[in-house]
Nanobody
Framework: QVQLVESGGGLVQAGGSLRLSCAAS????????MAWYRQPPGKQRDFVAR???????NYATSVSGRFTIFRDNVKKTVYLQMNSLEPEDTGLYYC?????????????WGQGTQVTVSS
């Protein structure tokens, strides 16, 4: 069983910063990808950023240059540093862990943490 627990959300003014954390526990293989998604009010869940086991990161165009994703493999934790926040960044942020075992991909999700950016 894999569990993901997010933290760090909150209310911030435009231009401010927040750091989200997602701690993973359970039976986790070392080769896994961790990512952040977000769901704005009334919209679908969209990709924000992903970090591969070796640390390579990918970003959605809308957050590139403002957000940084990084991981601590010892702590089994992924972080999302969000700078220069905009009202459009408001949403419920979800952590995802993807493991591939014997050719099958397994996705696990956290419960989400709310980020609200006021103008």
């Amino acid at each position: 069983q894999v569990q993901l627990v997010e933290s760090g959300g909150g209310l911030v003014q435009a231009g401010g910063s927040l750091r989200l954390s997602c701690a993973a526990s359970g039976n986790i293989v070392s080769s896994n990808t961790m990512a952040w998604y977000r769901q704005p009010p009334g919209k679908q869940r969209d990709f924000v950023a992903r970090v591969l086991p070796g640390g390579t990161a990918n970003y959605a165009t809308s957050v590139s240059g403002r957000f940084t994703i990084f991981r601590d493999n010892v702590k089994k934790t992924v972080y999302l540093q969000m700078n220069s926040l905009e009202p459009e960044d408001t949403g419920l942020y979800y952590c995802q862990l993807r493991m591939t075992v014997a050719g099958t991909a397994y996705d696990y999700w956290g419960q989400g943490t709310q980020v609200t950016v006021s103008s």
